[in-house]
């Protein structure tokens, strides 16, 4: 009948270190935290190693239900799990109690507002990218692979693989700089 602690935040330069306080505070032993985005549960190795040592009587505390998942079906699914694991799940600024009628409600609401945010946000994002398009002024994310390099390495007999280890990029981005040369 422990209390362990799950805190996020979604990008390097945020800090969660206030959300570690208040789980503190709340009585967590154990707090594991990380830095990923809460829209999918893929790559929250955090999330994951503690979803796998909680045990029947244990409670997993956050601070706010959007920490868990801004996926309403990621935080229906970890609800489930956590459920028939016989584990509880507490927020510690909302009142979310997912064993009464009232508190299930309450918490769906806050689900379906997580990922009402993310989904406004992604909007925002398009209609602003779209814009600067339009202006004339948007040119994309940062290129992350140096064309010249990848045909240089080339010319100097490496295959897709070693041109790819020794830039630190994925294979199938030097064969797209391959395909584009030609």
Known sequence: MALYG???VSSTDQDYSLQEQALKQAGCDVIRAEKASGTTRNGRTELDLLLQFLRPG??????RVDRLARSIKDLQDIVVDLKK???SLRATEQPVDTETAAGKAFFDML????EFETNLRKER?????EAAKAKGVYRGGKKS???GKVE??????LGATEIARQLGISRASVYRVI???V
């Open 179 to 181: 395909k584009a040369l």
């Open 125 to 129: 994002q398009k209609e602003g990218i």
């Open 111 to 114: 689900g379906v507002f997580a």
């Open 145 to 147: 692979v140096d064309a």
């Open 152 to 157: 240089e390495l080339q010319n100097n007999g």
């Open 85 to 87: 694991r016989k584990v």
């Open 58 to 63: 244990d409670t997993l505390v956050v601070t």
């Open 6 to 8: 799950y805190a996020r």
